[in-house]
């Protein structure tokens, strides 16, 4: 994966041709495009494969320097570079927008669809907070549905989010308004946040389905849950700032 995203992409695009055919490109360039599209499958195997591995073969004590365990340690010093990365994208973009250099256009995204997204990502949240509680009071059915109904939510999300990029893409052009180059690079990142935290939701979800999750083994599901929430509160400032400003 790391060799095809340096070498190679999803498209045939330079800045100075623009976008072109994959026939026009080079042996090397297709080569790394080829593995960067085989590199996901075989991630996404490894991952699942990982996650449905039971951690002992035999019940030990487990040993924490903390009260927390360790997924809820390792998300929380995630998140906090996560809010350092959307907190300079924001405020980058909130400065041009300030001094007037990133003037919205006249056609912009429609509040309303914004406003839909809104709703199905916040209700999202507190399903996989009800899935995360069921889980670990013992209600395994419950949770599992729970987290089973928080995917189909993110996917529906997704849905609006890449109707709402086609439609906005074919009325404007980002290459020449600088508002726009902001909205599909922040609202863009948002997105794929969204998808690795449909990933993140699947883990546990399978875990959950394994009959790895239980009572007292919760596998990825705080990580997870604590991801999805992130993305969720930095949807809510996204609306704020391109939709509602």
């Known amino acids: 994966m790391g060799y095809g995203l340096s070498f190679g992409w999803f498209t045939n695009y330079s800045p ?55 997924g809820f340690m390792g998300m929380s010093w995630f998140i906090l570079s996560e809010i350092g990365l959307f907190a ?10 300030v001094i007037g250099a990133a003037e919205p256009p006249a056609l912009r995204p429609q509040l309303w669809l914004a406003s839909l997204n809104t709703l199905i990502l916040v ?13 670990h ?20 999300f997704m ?6 990029f086609a439609l906005f893409g074919v009325e404007s052009d980002w290459k020449q308004n600088l508002w726009q180059a902001c909205f599909f690079i922040i609202v863009g990142l948002h997105g794929l946040h969204i998808l690795i935290g449909g990933v993140g939701v699947a883990l546990p979800y399978y ?39």
Do not use: C
Not at 88 to 97: F, S, W
Not at 137 to 156: N, P, S
Not at 159 to 164: K, L, P, S, T
């Open 16 to 70: 100075a041709v623009g976008l072109r055919p994959f026939s026009e490109a080079s042996p090397g360039f297709l080569f790394a495009t080829v593995l960067l599209y085989l590199s996901f499958p075989v991630f996404l195997w490894g991952l699942f494969k990982w996650a449905g591995t039971r951690e002992y073969a035999v019940p030990v004590e487990h040993h924490h320097l903390t009260k927390y365990d360790n």
């Open 88 to 97: 300079v994208l924001i405020a980058g973009y909130v400065y041009l927008r």
């Open 123 to 135: 209700s999202s949240s507190g399903v996989i907070h009800k899935a995360e509680q069921d889980m």
């Open 137 to 156: 009071h013992g209600r395994v059915t419950w949770g599992r549905l729970g987290l089973f109904i928080t995917l189909l939510l993110g996917a529906l």
């Open 159 to 164: 849905i609006f989010q890449v109707y709402e």
């Open 207 to 245: 875990q959950a389905v394994t009959g790895k999750i239980d009572k007292h083994n919760h596998g990825s599901l705080t990580a997870a849950s604590m991801y999805w929430h992130l993305v969720d509160v930095v949807w809510l400032l996204i609306v704020a700032i391109f939709y509602a400003w």
